[in-house]
């Protein structure tokens, strides 16, 4: 009697002490999210709600400075800009259309660029165009490893849900600069639907040991567009403070 009466007791014991442990969180649950770099796009989530390119929603902010002329009116104006034709002419004229139409609203108006995620990572795919004397500066970009699962180089699907780690489409407004795991770093404002989510996603501009200025498959992000270390500085410079960048990935 005396043996089974120690055995319960110890059974007992040993269910006290599981109880008591997972109420003090003492067996971590598969489901744990584990908190992410405060400059970093979060890399736990549903990652499965990626979408196919979608033709970017062009906001208009209500700043119109453009009267009642027509688009291409509007689009005369600018014929100075990439008189080479090095941008996607559809895409540029979609971020000079917004642009002109919300030119009161726009803080840095010096600068006016264009994310061309229709084309590989091989290719110079971030235009900054000096709006001054219409100069395109064109330079290698990163995307995101949710948009380019495989690494071939192409991005096939953007998202806006956080932890899909994927780039996103759309109208982007530059904000403050500062610095993270990344060093010298841009907040982004997303100002379309496609995009809304890229400050609390930390979709960001920083430089990377990825990206090079050489006609490769550039490394992939956490949905970032990244740039080469040598360049991250001089871009940021240049369109911080609240100019305007149009992603698309719409031939």
Request: glycine share 8%; hydrophobic share 30%; with cysteine.
């Amino acid at each position: 009697m005396t043996f089974k009466r120690t055995k319960n007791v110890l059974a007992l014991l040993s269910v006290t002490f599981l109880m008591a442990a997972c109420a003090k969180g003492g067996f971590e649950s598969s489901s744990t999210v584990l908190a992410d770099d405060p400059d970093t796009e979060q890399s736990a989530g549903d990652t499965t709600q990626t979408i196919p390119p979608p033709e970017p929603e062009i906001p208009d902010t209500g700043g119109s400075g453009s009267g009642t002329q027509t688009d291409a009116q509007i689009l005369a104006k600018y014929s100075y800009v990439d008189t080479g034709k090095t941008v996607n002419q559809a895409m540029l004229s979609n971020a000079l259309l917004y642009y002109d139409k919300n030119l009161k609203s726009i803080k840095n108006s010096d600068y006016l660029s264009v994310l061309d995620f229709s084309l590989s990572s091989t290719k110079k795919r971030f235009h900054i165009i000096n709006m001054k004397t219409g100069e395109v500066w064109s330079i290698h970009v990163a995307h995101g490893k949710g948009s380019d699962p495989d690494h071939d180089g192409y991005a096939n699907s953007f998202s806006n849900v956080s932890g899909s780690n994927a780039s996103s489409v759309g109208i982007y407004k530059t904000a403050e600069t500062y610095s993270g795991s990344h060093g010298y770093s841009l907040r982004l404002d997303g100002l379309s639907s496609t995009n809304s989510k890229a400050r609390s996603r930390a979709v960001v501009i920083h430089g990377a040991d990825y990206v090079s200025e050489s006609s490769v498959i550039q490394g992939r992000s956490w949905g970032c567009p990244a740039v080469t270390m040598s360049y991250r500085t001089k871009v940021i410079d240049m369109v911080k403070g609240g100019s305007i960048i149009y992603a698309s990935a719409t031939k």
